[in-house]
């Protein structure tokens, strides 16, 4: 008579490679966006009136390809961790609420520490209080949650095209001297030494959370979207939705190209800077179809041979992504600021994207290094401790339970996983 598995054993699940792969993926694009907010004033503004042709051209690239994709991306992979966490917390037979409540706040305060001494733009205290909405739909039907995502998506693309109307209408285009002549105190700020740069990130948080307010219904259908997903346990078994991703890929990519070339064109031209609202509208409705075929494009990639040493590099980053975030914004900030080298508008766009992709290659080898040797980065084993109430052990097989997999023999619920999900 065969022995039947401890309880604690057969209970204990399996990692989800996916949402490392694509969180460590969405590392890359956020990094390629901060880091032209960080290194000068213009970026989205068409450039300052000495820009070169290549920077105009690489911030134009960026902005069609890149721009607000990867953090819907991040907030879709955040949204759909909710649901781990849920499952990790009925598993331990603990409140949820407590555990979501110490999470948020001690997201919030990195968030705000972060946005103080670092970067105004930060995403932290957006995704804490965002996260308290998400808690009360964490009973919604699926599909219920998608048309609530959906409805914000489409009333915020039609509030920003109203506005752009009305702004076309009422206002002339920005020159680029009178762009020089606001910028000027900011870049002298920025050039100063800590305490002016300090100073200058708390006189532009307030701009930053009126542009985070802009882009709430945004996030908040990101994680409307990735909670539906979770739900539905989308990502355990990628193999499962391959054709469903073909389909994702082929009408999601046209459509968020075209999108994407379209809010390039309002930012940067060859429409004049009072398209920004307009392109924004469009940029609303089309990026999260060029984000889903961004994500299946890699996940399909990822299960082929020569594509699998591609997520064995990811994977290890996103598992520390929010440690790899944080020091993104370090970096940038020892580069660009009076912090250190005090390279601020000094640097062409070009060379601040080049200057990217070498940090990010570095995060990409020394998170492998790091995790070699522990189960968490540094600010993971911390938001472990602060959710769960105590410190995590650092070493082992398993991971943080907003990156874990799901629970390994649960059957898929019926009707499978929504189309285009």
């Avoid at 490392?20 to 450039?47: E, H, T």
């Avoid at 766009?349 to 992709?357: M, N, Q």
């Avoid at 959710?387 to 629970?407: I, Q, V, Y």
Wanted: proline share 6%.
């Amino acid at each position: 008579m065969s022995t039947p598995p401890r309880p604690d054993t057969a209970a204990t699940p399996t990692r989800i490679g996916a949402i490392d792969v694509l969180r460590g993926f969405a590392l890359l694009g956020i990094l390629l966006v901060n880091a032209q907010l960080m290194a000068g004033p213009y970026a989205g503004l068409g450039g300052g009136s000495g820009a070169s042709a290549v920077d105009q051209g690489a911030a134009w690239v960026v902005t069609a390809l890149v721009a607000t994709k990867f953090y819907l991306l991040f907030s879709f992979l955040f949204g759909y961790s909710f649901t781990l966490q849920q499952r990790s917390a009925e598993r331990a037979a603990a409140a949820f609420a407590p555990r979501h409540l110490r999470r948020s706040a001690v997201l919030f305060f990195l968030g705000l520490a972060h946005a103080v001494l670092l970067y105004p733009g930060d995403i932290l205290m957006p995704y804490a209080v965002l996260g308290l909405v998400l808690y009360a739909f964490r009973t919604a039907h699926p599909r219920t949650v998608l048309r609530v995502a959906a409805g914000l998506l489409g009333a915020v693309a039609v509030l920003l095209l109203a506005y752009g109307l009305l702004f076309i209408s009422t206002t002339e285009p920005v020159r680029p001297e009178d762009l020089a002549a606001v910028a000027s105190d900011t870049v002298a700020t920025y050039r100063g030494g800590p305490r002016s740069v300090i100073t200058a990130n708390v006189r532009l948080l307030p701009h930053a959370l009126a542009g985070n307010l802009l882009a709430a219904a945004e996030l908040l259908a990101a994680f409307l979207t990735g909670l539906a997903a979770g739900r539905w346990r989308a990502l355990a078994d990628p193999d499962r939705h391959r054709a469903r991703m073909k389909r994702i890929i082929r009408r999601g990519l046209p459509i968020g190209l075209v999108g994407g070339v379209f809010m390039a064109v309002c930012s940067y031209g060859p429409l004049d800077n009072r398209w920004f609202y307009i392109g924004r509208a469009a940029g609303v409705l089309t990026a999260p179809a060029l984000t889903a075929a961004y994500a299946c494009g890699l996940l399909l990639l990822v299960r082929t041979r020569a594509g699998r040493r591609i997520g064995d590099a990811l994977a290890p980053a996103g598992r520390m992504s929010l440690t790899n975030y944080l020091t993104q914004s370090l970096v940038l900030a020892l580069v660009f600021t009076g912090y250190g080298l005090g390279l601020y508008d000094r640097v062409g766009t070009a060379v601040v994207l080049a200057g990217c992709l070498v940090l990010y290659a570095a995060q990409l080898a020394l998170s492998v290094l790091l995790l070699r040797h522990t189960r968490y980065g540094p600010v993971e084993f911390l938001l472990r401790g602060a959710t769960r109430g105590r410190l995590p052990r650092t070493h082992g097989a398993t991971a943080d339970d907003s990156r874990r997999a799901e629970d390994a023999p649960a059957a898929p619920r019926p009707g499978g996983v929504p189309r285009g999900s």
